[in-house]
Each structure stands twice: as C-alpha cells, then as structure tokens.
C-alpha cells in the first residue's frame, strides 16, 4: 500500500456447508470421515507396543504401559486388542479400556489426569544425565531465586 498503510480483513471461519461445497467429493461424506481409520490392531509382545494399522498402510505404535487401564495388564489381557465399529478406537473387553485413536495420534494416553500422572512420573525419573545436570546446578548455588 502507498504511505505504508496496512490494512487487515476480518477473517471468518467457514460453516460446515461452505467446506462441503468448496471440497469435491465431501457432500456426501460423515462429520467423522476425516478421523483415522485403523483396518487392525495388535499388541507386540517383544517391543511391549500396541500396533495399529491403517488403511492406507500406515502403522502407529505406542508402548502399551502409556495407554490408561494398560498399565500392569499381562501379555495375554494385551494381545486381546479389537478395534471399535468404525475402526477409531481401540478396545480391551477384559480390561474395560477403550482409547480413541485421532486422540493416541497427538500424544494424548488416557484422561487429563492420567496425563498428569505420567508427566508427574517423568518428571521424578532418575537419569544419570538428569542426576548430572542438577550437580552442575548445585554448583552453581542451585536454583536462581524467583523475583
């Protein structure tokens, strides 16, 4: 713009209809078909990891003790992973756990507090680099005091 003017245009978000109408193809799809589909899922006993496999190929793999209910199942109570009516979520009958799979894709095991849990327990984690560093910080006088 002359003058170094700047000017912004309002953005609005597009109604549900304007996408379906803007994405070829869509008019006559789901709310949820842009969820991943899993075609089968398995637990993976030397790697200690539930696999899930997509339709397209692709295969995700999380360490089965980070799923909420997983932790302290035996191999057998694992192996019995099915897959929810849509391929979406998985399932553990004997367990009564049920997680979502668009949710496991973004990092997230279980409930808000579940999370919590596990970062809690990270954060308590005794590493020879973690025990290192806070040497080091001691030798510095230790934390720097809040203002």
Excluded: C
Excluded at 71 to 84: C, F, I, N, R, Y
Excluded at 113 to 131: F, N
Aim: hydrophobic share 35%; aromatic share 6%.
């Amino acid at each position: 713009m002359p003058g170094g003017e700047f000017r912004t245009r309002e953005w609005k978000s597009p109604s549900d209809h304007d996408v379906r109408v803007q994405a070829p193809g869509t008019a006559e799809r789901q709310p949820d078909d842009h969820l991943p589909r899993a075609e089968h899922a398995y637990y993976e006993r030397a790697s200690g990891r539930v696999m899930i496999e997509f339709e397209n190929g692709v295969v995700f793999g999380f360490p089965a003790a980070l799923g909420q209910g997983l932790a302290g199942a035996s191999d057998a109570e694992l192996a019995e992973v099915g897959l929810t009516p849509g391929g979406i979520g998985l399932h553990w009958e004997s367990l009564d756990a049920d997680l979502l799979i668009s949710a496991l894709l973004q990092g997230v095991f279980g409930t808000r507090h579940w999370m919590r849990e596990l970062g809690r327990r990270g954060g308590q984690a005794r590493t020879p680099a973690k025990v290192a560093a806070s040497r080091r910080n001691g030798q510095k006088g230790g934390r720097p005091k809040g203002t």
